[in-house]
């Protein structure tokens, strides 16, 4: 089973700074991108950064020049630097794998961690 933990969350004020983690563990036998996501209250949950194991990064608009995601496929681990944080990116904030357990399985499922929160707030 494949399990992600999200760390690094927490409060911080506006135009500050925090780090997300992300751990995956588990058995996978290849990972197709890792993402975040994240989920406002009374909001839909949204992308905010995906990068494919090409090494091709996608970002919401309103994070982009903001936020900035690593990963290490090998490793199963990324990160989301995240600069000039605002209200509006107040969140609980989701790390994903898209991946498949192994070689039979033909389609990659998506996998979640349970979420940080980040709040954004003077």
């Known amino acids: 089973q494949v399990q992600l933990v999200e760390s690094g969350g927490g409060l911080v004020q506006p135009g500050g700074s925090l780090r997300l983690s992300c751990a995956a563990s588990g058995s996978i036998f290849s990972i197709n991108a890792m993402g975040w996501y994240r989920q406002a209250p009374g909001k839909e949950r949204e992308l905010v950064a995906r990068?494919?194991?090409?090494?091709?990064?996608d970002y919401a608009d309103s994070v982009k020049g903001r936020f900035t995601m690593t990963r290490d496929s090998a490793k199963k681990t990324a990160t989301l630097q995240m600069n000039s944080l605002k209200p509006e990116d107040t969140a609980v904030y989701y790390c994903t794998i898209d991946g498949r357990r192994a070689p039979w399985v033909q389609s990659p499922s998506r996998y979640w961690g349970q979420g940080t929160q980040v709040t954004v707030s003077s």
């Open positions: 990068i494919t194991s090409g090494g091709v990064s």
